[in-house]
């Protein structure tokens, strides 16, 4: 059944209503019209299903059927940190990471960053992006979308490391040879731990093209990181943090694994 | 340090040497002259250290100064059948995929796909996609390239499922509530079975942008594969076949898990 995410006024205990390409989307697209259903959320805390009173291509009205559980989030909200790649590479991120269940993203830039990020198309970049997430939670039936942060600092990305339950930071020394634990031990470790959320605030940090320094790499330990290791094979920076999350999910019991 | 994947005839005791375009990107792009190393593997075998001799783009001449082990392939060898799906989604699921780590791909035709697959065009498409293959392998420190294979039937590949240790079918009915086991009770299951090979080869089949048809479902089972479902969200077509390896591999004990 299709899906729209809409802002909290478009959503109430009468019913929703869409606008803008949401509205001709349904309308042009989809060819809604009155008693046709479809799902709505607010993209943070309520999903409904709602059937169409009157569609037009410029306004969409429709009325509460029920309010459906938000089923399909993780328990385990797994943030990626990604250092901007090149190229369009950070929407593959977005939008494979959004499928895969991310909770939110932040990019950030660190030493080895080769792109030179022009600050000054920041929201344009920000609105893009956020448009990738919202059109990849909806195709996924994800109930929210996740946030995209606007880009930090090195410094600002590591004070905020006491946000989190558990910090991972995907790191391989130059020569390629992994020198963090292998992502599953640290985790099947952390998962014995008595004092562990049962929904834990997880933060995966993945590199540039270049990698991270090993001054970076110090400092994220002394800001109360973990080094990990994705395996032999030396990934991609857009695959990492895909790779990363599908473990971390795999191991939180999402996928029938536990 | 750079790598390059030749053919057998080209790697020997005495060295190696390299033509073509990789004599090119050798000579040229990475500037490497008498004296130089690099990593050469026959992609199937064997892997040596070897250094320079004389360089040309034409021509590149090494003597071999060690083998080395073949050490970053996956213990459980993975393929993945991907119905056909849109675009240059394939080439991505390729590239990915040797990434990740999986030991060959199979393009097959299922009732949904959309695509017009073009027969004729099948030879240069192989040849695109192997190379791919090749680059993501150099990329990712492979020892072996993935195979490529022809494009099957659905027939032709319900057949090939007796060749493989377990066959593992994504499927989700419309409506899209996954029917199968999560992926992860099956492989815990699986492993846990004392005939179980130390080294199995596991078919992961994906479905085309438009799924699969209920009477294949049912078809797949009785040639002998497990309806397996990757969790409540609902995953792309060129996603699916990344996820369900990057599970497979940690479940495996890649990347540290076990």
Not at 130 to 156: D, F, L, T
Request: proline share 3%; hydrophobic share 40%; charged share 30%.
């Amino acid at each position: 059944m299709q899906r729209y995410f809409v802002s909290k006024e478009q959503l109430t205990e009468a019913g929703a209503f869409l606008t803008g390409e949401d509205a001709h989307h349904a309308a042009r697209v989809m060819r809604m019209s009155e008693g046709d259903s479809f799902i709505v959320s607010d993209g943070t805390e309520r999903t409904a299903l709602v059937q169409v009173t009157e569609a037009s291509p410029a306004r969409v009205d429709a009325q509460l059927i029920e309010w459906l559980e938000m089923s399909s989030e993780p328990a385990w909200r797994v943030t990626i940190a990604q250092s901007l790649p090149k190229g369009d590479k950070m929407e593959l991120v977005i939008q494979k990471g959004t499928e895969i269940g991310a909770c939110a993203f932040i990019p950030f830039e660190s030493e080895r960053v080769v792109v030179q990020y022009d600050h000054k198309k920041e929201a344009k970049r920000l609105e893009r992006w956020s448009k990738i997430a919202k059109e990849a939670a909806e195709q996924a039936h994800r109930n929210r979308i996740p946030s995209i942060e606007p880009v930090r600092s090195w410094r600002e990305l590591t004070a905020s490391y006491p946000k989190y339950d558990l910090v991972l930071f995907c790191y391989e020394r130059e020569g390629h040879e992994s020198t963090g634990q292998g992502l599953g031990d640290v985790l099947r470790e952390w998962k014995a731990r008595e004092t562990r959320p049962a929904e834990p605030s997880i933060l995966l940090i993945v590199g540039s093209e270049g990698g991270f320094t090993e001054r970076e790499a110090e400092e994220a330990v002394a800001s109360g990181a973990v080094l990990v290791g994705l395996g032999r094979r030396i990934l991609r920076t857009e695959t990492a943090g895909l790779v990363g999350l599908t473990c971390l999910l795999y191991e939180s019991g999402e996928m029938g694994g536990a």
